[in-house]
DNA sequence: ATTACTAAAAGACGAGTAA
DNA sequence: TTTACTCGTCTTTTAGTAA
């Protein structure tokens, strides 16, 4: 996984828009042979951070959806090591209604399990949906789930995998649930936690909240 | 210079006081053995980036200003490769006396007459030359001179190829000259404008200089 | 417990070259 | 001109240990 390579080329601007770059050109950026050059291509066209289109005269190199989340990955880390670290990671946003859903998959004994034993509590049997404010989408794209939860099959169907970060609202710890979807929506996220965080808080559709990002 | 290494003793807060870790802990955070982990924190240590105190119980590590710098200089390649490219490029450093060689080479004909064509103006025979920051000799490195000043033949020598890029300081258009050397400095670049900067701007050896690069 | 040496295995690199 | 294969060499890693 060269990250350092993968930086290279969207210094270059490959994330912007497909860039022409032979490995010759390649090499030189990197300080390396044709070969390596033309390697290390390869090898992130293979795990999928670059996607390519080789022409007789080189070759044209975009970075992926992957490959850029890789590079954003990697942002955040830099930005958390400048923070000055009184930072505290807020997230923040009105309370909206959801589907429905939440509940339907927090009960599933598939994933409650899983709940119970990587985040230390059986969660209450519904979300407490929040829309982000603007600047707190940015923050949650460069929130990784770090607590990954696998996916199950059922008699009837499969469920699929997904991710949590661990959260606290006021002195609640609970936990951001990621379904991995192709199309979640990434300005909304959804709390699980040991209470019906609505009631407890006595919080309404609309109502401001703030959610801090625990490590 | 191990910079994956050296980022992950940054995030365990190493840059901010002396971080208590061990090789075998340290391994476990960048996934390789004892011998790695300790060969690396070795290697950092000798480079320059980190300073230890080693311990029987373990090792006190803590990142160097010179490591620091290294991180510094990696979240600009990052904030740069998200900024949008709304974002300007500043070359930031400090006014040096050159060897007036600058001075001479501007004022022969067979490179005035191209500084006019191309740039637009009749240059001021010298050069302000500029020491850069750190990362401004990252920036520099990426950026190409893209306006090409051929090489001429004199009765008595040959004087070769260079290219330049635009510039401005504060209200004053002007170029960096790059010379095409095998060993031409790259902490130092070199500016001419049709006017006399030092004097237009009352600056001298030592003064802060930002220079926009203008495409 | 540590750190870190040696030796052997694994992996990365570049020269030559095919396609 | 490209990309990228093979293969010999050099570098990095790890297991086993010493200190």
Redesign the interface.
């Known amino acids: 996984m060269d990250?350092?390579s993968l930086?290279k080329l969207?210094?270059l601007g490959a994330?912007?828009k497909p860039l022409e770059l032979s490995s010759i050109e390649f090499a030189s950026h990197i300080d390396s042979s044709q070969q390596t050059a033309a390697r290390k291509l390869k090898n992130l066209e293979e795990e999928n951070l670059i996607s390519r289109q080789i022409l007789p005269e080189g070759q044209m190199i975009s970075i992926t959806e992957s490959g850029l989340s890789l590079?954003?990955q990697?942002?955040n880390?830099?930005?958390?090591?400048?923070s000055g670290?009184g930072g505290k990671k807020i997230l923040s946003g009105k309370v909206i209604t959801g589907l429905g859903e939440g509940q339907y998959y927090i009960s599933l004994a598939g994933y409650r399990v899983q709940f119970q034993e990587k985040l230390g509590f059986d969660p209450y049997p519904g979300t407490l949906n929040i829309k982000l404010d603007q600047p707190s989408i940015e923050l949650r794209k460069r929130i990784s789930g770090a607590i990954k939860i696998s996916g199950f099959t059922d008699q009837n169907r499969t469920f699929g995998r997904g991710s949590c970060f661990n959260v606290k609202i006021r002195d609640i710890m609970g936990a951001v649930v990621i379904p991995e979807r192709t199309h979640y929506p990434e300005d909304i996220i959804e709390i699980i936690a040991p209470v019906n965080l609505r009631d407890y808080f006595n919080i309404e559709d609309g109502s401001s909240v703030d959610v801090e990002v625990i490590k």
């Open positions: 990250i350092l930086k969207a210094l994330h912007q590079l954003q990697e942002l880390d830099y930005q958390e090591i400048f670290n």
